[in-house]
């Protein structure tokens, strides 16, 4: 057996293959997600991507053989650390093989960057932002993985971390559920009533008539998810490279704004039709006919994948999140889709999943995140 040797990734050449790497160690399993490749290249670039800014990084290739055998990021949020008195460093993208060796030569790696620059502790997996693919999948293994910013990992990869000395810091859960053939009653009364209180509910059917709420819609997200673990406020920057990322495989259909009888923005939320399967059979490359192939997962697809959404915090018992539902519900409907994906929500999220209680959600999926002083 080779020895296993660990170096920073620091050429175009190196980053070729810390990209690539997880399609080949993934090539067998039939659950596994690939990502958007042309995606990952802008995530990977500081010059495209703006959270670099206030980011201090490192990408590390483990190569065993003279082959690539793992790779790993390291991230200290300087911003999301100055505003949650934290000192904390992050790995994330972590893949390897079912290799102790290598697993622990990529973990250290990081932990001994992160302790350099003076961190306290270590949190993972954990990117740029609650907005990245974050949690090791604990539970759910039989299901294939939907949302593209969710982790899909074998379970060694939970024994491994464990094994290094990390503790649970905190789980998010995905529920799957039905769309009703008809809205639950008490979704019609919650609708009726929130209206009768000069709320208005705005819909669209082009993704251009969205655009004027990007700014908005993250306004509404900094002053909401700043005690959500990860987030990080988003600045003007990121929330448009977000918007852009986005917007052009989103369905109008399934966004919903709220407005208050003051015209200013309280409540939203953004869903999908579920792409995976076409992103499947792409590859994760959009050229030279993978789009297409997306494109016909986006019209043949039966279920609903909602992405982000919050209610204006000195409102939430104004029965927006019931109204929010009704709407949603009712475009799913109309569409013809049988099933909505939650994607992840906090465990500790009590407000949202109640919401997915009542409309007789099941959680399928769990993640978790890990933790370990330095």
Not at 17 to 31: A, D, G, T, V, W
Request: with cysteine; aromatic share 12%; net charge positive.
């Amino acid at each position: 057996m080779g020895k296993v040797i660990i170096s920073e990734v620091k050429t175009k050449k190196d980053l070729r293959k810390f990209i690539y790497l997880p399609e080949k160690i993934h090539q067998n399993n039939k659950n596994w997600l690939p990502p958007l490749y042309t995606d990952e290249w802008k995530i990977f670039d500081p010059k495209k991507n703006p959270a670099y800014e206030h980011c201090d990084t490192i990408l590390f290739l483990a190569e065993k053989d003279g082959k690539p055998v793992g790779r790993i990021m390291g991230i200290i949020n300087r911003l999301y650390n100055n505003g949650h008195h934290e000192n904390n460093g992050r790995f994330c993208f972590i893949e390897c093989y079912d290799d102790e060796e290598v697993y622990d030569a990529l973990i250290a790696s990081v932990e001994n960057w992160a302790r350099e620059k003076g961190m306290d502790n270590i949190v993972g997996p954990l990117a740029f932002s609650d907005k990245d693919p974050q949690g090791f999948l604990v539970y759910g293994y039989d299901d294939p993985v939907t949302v593209m910013v969710t982790n899909c990992n074998y379970p060694y990869m939970v024994n491994h971390i464990e094994r290094n000395g990390y503790l649970k810091k905190v789980d998010l859960v995905q529920y799957r559920l039905d769309v009703p053939k008809e809205i639950p009653q008490i979704y019609k009364t919650i609708y009726e009533r929130t209206m009768q209180r000069g709320y208005e509910i705005i819909e669209f059917t082009k993704t251009r008539q969205v655009k004027p709420f990007v700014k908005p819609i993250f306004d509404l997200i900094n002053a909401t998810y700043r005690d959500i673990y990860g987030f990080s406020p988003l600045t003007e920057e990121e929330a448009n490279e977000f918007a852009e990322r986005f917007l052009p495989i989103l369905d109008a259909n399934h966004i919903k704004v709220v407005k208050d009888k003051d015209g200013k923005l309280v409540a939203f939320i953004v869903s999908m039709p579920d792409i995976s399967e076409g992103i499947k059979k792409a590859k994760g490359r959009l050229f030279p006919f993978g789009f297409i192939k997306i494109l016909r997962a986006f019209k043949t697809t039966k279920q609903l994948t909602l992405l982000l959404g919050c209610v204006n915090e000195n409102i939430r018992n104004a029965g927006l999140s019931g109204l929010l539902a009704y709407k949603i519900f009712e475009s799913a409907q109309k569409c013809g889709l049988k099933i909505i994906d939650s994607h992840l929500v906090m465990e500790e999220n009590h407000r949202m999943r109640a919401v997915l209680d009542r409309a007789d959600g099941v959680i399928y999926k769990k993640y978790r995140i890990f933790e370990k002083k330095l």
